[in-house]
């Protein structure tokens, strides 16, 4: 059994996925950070960024929990969740 990912290594990864799409610094993504309002993704937009988690983490995340998604702290406690609800089986 793989140990699990850090919280640490999620952020980055998410942080790195945000940075590409939105052409910005890692470093100028924080957690605390809101998707819509400090970062300026719309609602497709959002739709494109967690395709492109799915796909980083390979995971599927169902559109009602994309609602509850608000800031990059969200999205990391969201994977953070997941992976470990679905690494004990």
Excluded: C
């Amino acid at each position: 059994m793989t140990a699990p990912m850090p919280n640490s290594e999620i952020e980055r990864k998410v942080k790195d996925i945000l940075a590409r799409k939105l052409d910005r610094k890692p470093e100028d993504i924080h957690g605390n950070s809101r998707l819509t309002e400090d970062l300026g993704v719309d609602s497709f937009g959002t739709v494109e960024l967690m395709f492109e988690i799915e796909e980083a983490f390979d995971l599927q995340i169902a559109d009602s929990e994309l609602e509850q998604v608000r800031t990059v702290d969200d999205i990391v406690l969201y994977l953070r969740t997941w992976l470990d609800t679905h690494a004990k089986k």
